[in-house]
């Protein structure tokens, strides 16, 4: 799907460029006919700046179509979940993998709103890596209140997996004894009409994998403004289009998949070896059906956050898809965030037609504000917990971080620091770990 997006403006940018080279092949027309390669100096740069001026205009197309499509798509598919008269008469079970790691102040009330759930067939599969962790007095608790609900707990992991989330769950997986295995992280809510939603749309016999797009809840503090604003409209502007062009994107926050595909793709414990799992096994599960994105975005329920502990998580992951996606996230990634595009794209409209590059900036940048505040309206679904002023200011500082954190993670992109261990991660993905302190008692998150 993705080169069908790319070939037209492929075409366009050739028909440019031979238009560009006649009208620049005047000399000795009469000589030899390899004149036209005998270029000096100017004639070079000629070329170089016309192939640069017009990868911005084709840049600047593709993220205007991803934008529009995104907008557009999130009006029509967002919060417009199935129900259970999508499912039928036969309810699939659910095997729902918890994995955990210590203690936060929100963990009891997202781990209830699972206990909470009223499906009629479903499992908790809580995993921790040893039998000391403060969380499993919390599982007790919440089991107490709710002794009908189907609990196991999976302790000490696979200690022969690198990945320290999958080293936890692995043993679950194995373990669990529905189809429908849906994997959600300690910070995530979840409600009825998520899982009917995620369970019926992965009912239909093409589709192999349903996965909810990362948001987060309200919380206080301009940390957390910022947070929403890159999940709920940076993040937002190519997650939704490219999932509507039928892309693979896909993060492992909260997603639900057929487990005996899986299983044909050599299992989870098999995916350990990389740190971003959830990349890896998406692209296998890919492969053996249609992946559809659920209507009701995945509210991260993390409190309060600072801009610099905002800034870690972002570097942390964009380290990551470099050594993934080294062409794409080290050329393309920082080219499509808004101001460096917008300069790049000015200056080529002026090169190509004389228009001024500073009306083209702010034109730019006040409609991409415009755009990502309507997105992020249809993400929240309600009031924002912030005026537009608010807005205004989280989303000037997201942009100029976007830079910030592209640089901090390009000066030392093989190593990156999850919880207490230090990972070196080679290009491809696979991962070793370095170094290791000793264990803290707090959640930390990839």
């Known amino acids: 799907m993705a080169s069908k997006c790319v070939v037209p403006f492929c075409w366009i940018l050739l028909f440019c460029f031979s238009s560009f080279s006649t009208s620049h092949y005047t000399r000795d027309v009469t000589g030899s006919p390899f004149t036209m390669w005998d270029l000096d100096t100017k004639d070079t740069l000629s070329y170089v700046t016309f192939v640069v001026a017009s990868a911005a205009l084709l840049i600047y197309a593709m993220m205007s179509t991803f934008i529009v499509t995104t907008v557009i798509a999130g009006k029509m598919f967002l919060h417009r979940p199935s129900g259970r008269a999508e499912l039928g008469d036969v309810v699939p079970g659910v095997s729902i993998i918890k994995p955990l790691m210590g203690v936060d102040p929100l963990l009891e009330y997202n781990l209830e709103s699972h206990f909470k759930l009223t499906y009629p067939k479903f499992e908790l599969l809580f995993c921790f890596h ?14 107490e209140q709710y ?32 189809e429908y295995v ?9 409600s009825d009409e998520i899982i ?25 503090g301009f940390g957390s403004f910022v947070e929403k604003v890159y999940f709920g409209a940076a993040m937002t502007r190519f997650y939704v289009s490219f999932n509507v062009l039928g892309l693979c994107c896909v993060t492992g926050m909260s997603y639900m998949f057929k487990k005996p595909l899986l299983d044909q793709a050599n299992g989870l ?18 492969e053996r059906g249609h992946m559809v994105m659920s209507a009701i975005p995945a509210k991260q ?4 956050v600072t801009v610099c502990g905002f800034v870690g998580r972002m570097v942390r992951w964009v380290r990551l898809r470099l050594n993934m996606m080294p062409a794409v996230t080290g050329i393309l990634e920082p080219l499509s965030d808004c101001f460096p595009l917008g300069v790049w794209t000015g200056w080529s409209l002026y090169y190509f037609f004389s ?10 940048v006040v409609s991409w504000l415009i755009l990502d505040y309507i997105q992020l309206k249809t993400m929240q679904n309600g009031p924002l917990p912030f005026s537009k002023l608010q807005y205004v200011l989280a989303w000037i500082v997201r942009e100029l971080t976007g830079t910030y954190v592209y640089i901090l993670a390009v000066i030392n992109p093989h190593y990156i620091k999850w919880g207490r261990r230090t990972y070196r991660v080679k290009t491809g993905g696979l991962a070793d770990i370095v170094k290791e302190t000793e264990p803290k008692k707090s959640l930390q998150h990839l």
């Open 130 to 143: 040893d039998d000391q962790d403060l969380a499993i007095p919390v599982v007790y608790k919440l089991h």
């Open 147 to 178: 002794p009908h609900v189907d609990v196991k707990l999976f302790i000490g992991g696979n200690r022969t997996i690198v990945n320290p989330m999958v080293q936890n769950m692995a043993p679950a997986y194995d373990g669990a004894q529905y």
């Open 182 to 190: 849906w994997i959600s992280s300690s910070r995530v809510e979840a």
């Open 196 to 220: 009917y939603d995620l369970a019926s749309k992965l009912q239909k016999s093409n589709v192999s994998l349903v996965h909810q797009i990362p948001f987060t809840t309200d919380s206080p």
């Open 269 to 286: 414990a098999w995916y350990g070896r990389y740190l971003a799992e959830d990349f890896f096994l998406t692209r296998a599960l890919h």
């Open 301 to 304: 329920n993390v409190g309060q």
């Open 355 to 364: 228009i001024n590059p500073v009306l083209f900036f702010c034109g730019h």
